[in-house]
């Protein structure tokens, strides 16, 4: 059962624009981090939102963290080739750093 | 500084051969992790290891064992290979509980 739903699946976009990615649950999260995976190597973590309504920003990606801890959104602004990776959230399950990970969104920016 | 390591990075088994995936970190984390990545499906816990000397079944643990063998290094094994084995397995590591730093995955295929 996937608790974290991640939309959209696929993003193909050109080279300055912008794009958001959605991550939602009908579960509440004690925090929520989004990760970058690029193709043959593990994820990297970008970010962890853990106050509902927190606002992070890293140059140009923004994430969110919903008021009710169950969702979260990640915006990047004038995206690069080198955004270009897999995006994925996950949630917190408990204290001992179990997480529920969402499918992940494929973004590809072009040129 | 290595963070976290993994070996091997690829790996064939014939249905019914065992292995056993190594891990190892050097960032002195208490909690470490071992996940499946399939296509479609996201990160699954298989087994965690919340302090050295601890370990708890996942989402997906049907198959595997593990071994903490001290803080730094946790072993997944593999008793009899099946098919649904074929997977990309990675290894992480946490001193948070949450904000956790991947190894670069071995691509097993089970035949």
């Known amino acids: 059962t996937q608790l974290l739903e991640q939309s959209p699946q696929f993003l193909s976009i050109q080279e300055g624009e912008n794009l958001t990615v959605y991550c939602n649950s009908s579960?509440?999260?004690?925090?929520l981090q989004w990760y970058r995976q690029e193709p043959g190597e593990g994820p990297v973590l970008l970010v962890t939102v853990v106050t509902g309504g927190e606002v992070k920003k890293l140059k140009r990606l923004t994430f969110q963290f919903g008021d009710a801890r169950k969702d979260s959104s990640l915006h990047i602004t004038a995206a690069q080739p080198g955004d270009t990776g897999l995006y994925l959230c996950a949630g917190a399950l408990d204290s001992w750093g179990k997480l529920q990970f969402g499918a992940g969104t494929q973004v590809v920016v072009t040129p | 500084n290595a963070g976290v390591t993994q070996t091997p990075k690829f790996q064939v088994l014939k249905t019914g051969q065992s292995m056993t995936l190594q891990c190892a970190q050097d960032m002195n984390h208490n909690s470490m992790y071992w996940y499946r990545q399939d296509p479609g499906m996201g990160l699954r816990l298989i087994y965690y290891s919340a302090s050295e000397g601890t370990t708890d079944k996942g989402e997906v643990p049907n198959g595997y064992n593990v071994s903490r063998l001290n803080k730094r290094e946790f072993s997944l094994r593999l008793e009899s290979a099946a098919p649904s084995q074929t997977s990309v397995y990675f290894c992480?590591?946490?001193?948070?509980?949450?904000?956790?730093?991947f190894g670069p995955g071995t691509r097993l295929t089970v035949t």
């Open positions: 579960s509440v999260f004690s925090s």
């Open positions: 992480a590591s946490s001193e948070m509980g949450y904000e956790q730093y």
